[in-house]
């Protein structure tokens, strides 16, 4: 007998390890296992595109990130459940990929709908095309186009969806989207990414969902920088709007170190990313701070996980999230707490812990936004903290369990 798996093994063993984790409506599951991704990856061995990982298709001459990537299969379905296509949809895809998310959209959508996917990279946009032409999805409509502009002849639409990281949402995607339509898309906002989802109500795009993720940011959005400290080592992310520069921090990790611990304790698999979104809902102050292995080796405390972890910003300090393991508690070995550098360390530590404290008394819970266009007066808006962005205004209001 051979016991080698066939695709269709492969295909539904991967599907069968993401419902698992998530359950997923029906019709995104049977999707999930109608589509072929291996199709959509050629030259790669099928096996390997049977696992939930992501996969560069081009890489990025010029910078650490990939130009255009398949996305963690994981991640696909859960954005697919954000979205909710319905049979007859209109949708909007910006960021064509390899084609493998269209083809997804086009099985859910049903001969009735139409699918437009769109691509800044002529490559890019090429390999989409020649990969749904394989599987069999020739009428999905594929364009060369910014995806900043959308593609205004073929809208409106009642769906759009983006698999490009966003730092804002462009005023003419507005125009294009249906009252009433759903967008779903991975917004960047003081140094993290969540993929947000959001209906249309006339000038109002109101979320009733935030998952944590990750994405390649799209081209031509430069509203989140970068500043660099311990001579490169540690780097802070942070919005335009946010006043952090090199210049009063350049001394800062050559201060004393102030630690603080909080109450709160966490389980070895669970995220505590709620404190950073919680904290994004109130506190102008936060933004990310990432500590390469040369900067710890010089001493700088580690951070919660290195890559990625909220810190707080003013002036001349700043202090960022700690966890220390001291299986104290069986269940949730490990405290978290705040590590501060510079003058204000402390208060700086303090408020961060309070961040955490929030966080810990309902870990579920996650504030509520409102997205409105640029220019919208200060009266329009309901009441809450405000970013403002070039081409929007986002809202939080209180948490929702």
């Known amino acids: ?113 139409q699918i437009t996917t769109i691509d800044i990279d002529p490559g890019v946009a090429l390999h989409a095309r020649q990969a749904l032409n394989r599987a069999g999805y020739e009428h999905v409509r594929v364009m060369e186009r910014d995806g900043l502009k959308g593609a205004p002849e073929h809208a409106p639409y009642t769906r759009m969806i983006a698999t490009v990281g966003l730092w804002d949402i462009p005023a003419t995607w507005w125009q294009q989207l249906a009252d009433g339509g759903r967008l779903v898309l991975p917004l960047r906002w003081r140094g993290q990414t969540r993929s947000v989802a959001l209906t249309r109500h006339g000038n109002t795009l109101v979320s009733d969902d935030m998952e944590l993720c990750g994405f390649v940011p799209i081209i031509g959005q430069h509203g989140e920088h970068t500043t660099e400290l311990a001579h490169g080592a540690v780097r802070l992310h942070h919005d335009q709007d946010q006043p952090i520069g090199p210049d009063r921090l350049a001394e800062v990790f050559s201060t004393p170190l102030t630690e603080l611990w909080s109450q709160a304790r966490v389980g070895n698999e669970e995220t505590f990313d709620g404190i950073w979104l919680r904290a994004t809902a109130s506190d102008d102050a936060i933004c990310r701070i990432e500590v390469t292995n040369k900067a710890l080796d010089e001493g700088v405390r580690r951070p919660a996980i290195p890559s990625r972890s909220p810190a707080l910003v003013s002036g001349s300090s700043l202090a960022y999230l700690i966890v220390e393991r001291d299986n104290a508690d069986l269940e949730r070995p490990s405290r978290l707490g705040a590590a501060g550098y510079g003058p204000d360390a402390t208060a700086l530590a303090r408020n961060l812990i309070a961040h955490i404290t929030n966080w810990s008394t309902d870990r579920a819970a996650a504030p509520h936004m409102t997205i409105h266009p640029a220019g919208t007066p200060d009266n329009e808006l309901p009441k809450g903290h405000v970013i403002d962005k070039v081409d929007s205004r986002i809202r939080f209001t209180e948490l929702n369990a």
């Open 1 to 113: 007998m051979n016991d080698t798996p066939t695709l269709d093994d492969l295909r539904n063993q991967l599907v069968d390890e993401i419902v698992a984790k998530r359950p997923l409506p029906a019709p995104i599951e049977h999707a999930l296992r109608t589509v072929r991704r291996d199709l959509h990856l050629p030259g790669l061995d099928p096996a390997a595109a049977y696992t939930n990982r992501a996969v560069t298709i081009k890489d990025n001459p010029n910078g650490p990130l990939a130009l255009s990537c398949a996305s963690v299969p994981s991640t696909v379905a859960m954005m697919l459940a954000q979205l909710a296509p319905q049979p007859g949809d209109h949708i909007l895809e910006i960021g064509a990929g390899t084609g493998y998310n269209a083809a997804l959209l086009a099985e859910l959508v049903g001969p009735d709908g």
